[in-house]
């Protein structure tokens, strides 16, 4: 039976791939699961209910940092998806720090310890964001790295730490870089949970600057089903672009967002632009699609109307 190791699990989208992991399709076959998480602001484990009964997992409250639980686990698995890390950009800007600290030293405790214990593959989930602004066209998995915040640095530190342990060491390592994940159950400080929490609780919503900065988005099912596939057949020391296939502005997204909540554009306050934004991210998808054959299965409207439906449910008033 194989033993996972899932980082970061009592998260937006760990949480959503322990459930598809677990799930009665049994994509890994007959699977035990052991999520570490140390339980930030972000982590809730609320979104684990649904499994906490199955007799293959198992919640060990840690930190990716702490080399002493990092090697004991490490010791009783035989894969790894990593995805524990401080995630929000807007945080990075204000307080740099612990972005380094989780991000940067957690991903070398954990590949040092995967790598005493021969435990691969290990999936590396880094984001699109470490290609910086894209401003045409679509980065391949050989794009140079420019990442612009704090947030996004820390990140491609981490991704070339992991892609370096596969070059000197040999170890199993994958590389998955997405783009932006939309889903029930994400924390609401990120655009979409953030607007639809504001907007159905009658508030006001800030739109960043004049609102054309344009992103990809990907429903984390989508996601989740591209990092199955990495896990069970992607190959070592390999990067894998995990894209969603709808490429919006801020600008459009935020229409789509009052339509759903039944809100106007007065509900809408224009504010300074975020330090450092980036324009465009975009990625090619290719690869993962011509070799895993990978590619996006939510239709955007009825995935987002489903979130919003799922925090009308659980974070209206
Ligand atoms: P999230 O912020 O919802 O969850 C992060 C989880 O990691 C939380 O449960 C938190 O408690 C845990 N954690 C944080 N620091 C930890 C530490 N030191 N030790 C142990 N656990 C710790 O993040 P998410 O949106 O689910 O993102 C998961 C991964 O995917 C991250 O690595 C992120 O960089 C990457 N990613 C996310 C997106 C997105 O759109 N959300 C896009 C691209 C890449």
Same mark, same amino acid.
């Given at each position: 039976?194989?033993?996972?190791?899932?980082?970061?699990?009592?998260?937006?989208?760990?949480?959503?791939?322990?459930?598809?992991? &677990? !799930?009665?399709? =049994?994509?890994? /076959?007959?699977?035990?699961?052991?999520?570490?998480? *140390?339980?930030? @602001?972000?982590?809730? $484990?609320?979104?684990?209910?649904?499994?906490?009964?199955?007799?293959?997992?198992?919640?060990?409250?840690?930190?990716?940092?702490?080399?002493?639980?990092?090697?004991?686990?490490?010791?009783?698995?035989?894969?790894?998806?990593?995805?524990?890390?401080?995630?929000?950009?807007?945080?990075?800007?204000?307080?740099?720090?612990?972005?380094?600290?989780?991000?940067?030293?957690?991903?070398?405790?954990?590949?040092?310890?995967?790598?005493?214990?021969?435990?691969?593959?290990?999936?590396?989930?880094?984001?699109?964001?470490?290609?910086?602004?894209?401003?045409?066209?679509?980065?391949?998995?050989?794009?140079?790295?420019?990442?612009?915040?704090?947030?996004?640095?820390?990140?491609?530190?981490?991704?070339?730490?992991? &892609? !370096?342990?596969? =070059?000197?060491? /040999?170890?199993?390592?994958?590389?998955?870089?997405? *783009?932006?994940? @939309?889903?029930?159950? $994400?924390?609401?400080?990120?655009?979409?949970?953030?607007?639809?929490?504001?907007?159905?609780?009658?508030?006001?919503?800030?739109?960043?600057?004049?609102?054309?900065?344009?992103?990809?988005?990907?429903?984390?099912?989508?996601?989740?089903?591209?990092?199955?596939?990495?896990?069970?057949?992607?190959?070592?020391?390999?990067?894998?672009?995990?894209?969603?296939?709808?490429?919006?502005?801020?600008?459009?997204?935020?229409?789509?967002?009052?339509?759903?909540?039944?809100?106007?554009?007065?509900?809408?306050?224009?504010?300074?632009?975020?330090?450092?934004?980036?324009?465009?991210?975009?990625?090619?998808?290719?690869?993962?699609?011509?070799?895993?054959?990978?590619?996006?299965?939510?239709?955007?409207?009825?995935? &987002? !109307?489903?979130?919003?439906?799922?925090?009308?449910?659980?974070?209206?008033?």
């Amino acid at each position: 039976m194989r033993r996972v190791l899932i980082t970061g699990g009592a998260g937006f989208i760990g949480s959503h791939l322990v459930r598809a992991v &677990l !799930a009665p399709e =049994r994509p890994l /076959g007959a699977v035990r699961v052991t999520v570490l998480d *140390s339980l930030t @602001y972000a982590g809730n $484990q609320e979104n684990l209910d649904a499994v906490r009964h199955h007799p293959g997992f198992r919640f060990v409250r840690g930190d990716i940092t702490d080399a002493v639980v990092v090697d004991r686990l490490m010791a009783e698995h035989d894969a790894v998806v990593h995805l524990a890390a401080e995630s929000h950009v807007d945080r990075s800007i204000a307080a740099a720090h612990a972005f380094v600290h989780t991000n940067v030293l957690g991903t070398q405790t954990l590949l040092d310890a995967a790598l005493r214990h021969g435990t691969e593959p290990f999936v590396h989930v880094s984001t699109d964001e470490v290609y910086g602004s894209v401003p045409f066209g679509s980065a391949t998995e050989q794009h140079p790295l420019a990442p612009s915040s704090a947030y996004s640095a820390s990140k491609a530190s981490s991704d070339l730490l992991a &892609l !370096a342990c596969h =070059r000197t060491h /040999g170890l199993d390592v994958r590389v998955t870089r997405c *783009s932006n994940n @939309y889903g029930p159950r $994400q924390y609401p400080e990120k655009l979409i949970p953030r607007f639809v929490t504001r907007l159905l609780r009658g508030e006001n919503v800030p739109l960043y600057g004049d609102g054309e900065n344009v992103r990809d988005w990907l429903h984390v099912d989508d996601h989740c089903r591209g990092l199955i596939a990495v896990l069970t057949r992607g190959r070592p020391g390999e990067v894998y672009n995990i894209g969603g296939g709808t490429e919006l502005t801020n600008k459009e997204l935020t229409g789509a967002l009052l339509t759903a909540c039944d809100a106007g554009w007065d509900r809408v306050d224009r504010v300074a632009d975020r330090k450092g934004h980036d324009l465009r991210y975009s990625v090619d998808w290719s690869k993962i699609h011509r070799e895993l054959g990978y590619e996006p299965r939510r239709d955007f409207d009825s995935g &987002l !109307a489903e979130t919003v439906a799922w925090y009308r449910e659980h974070h209206a008033p």
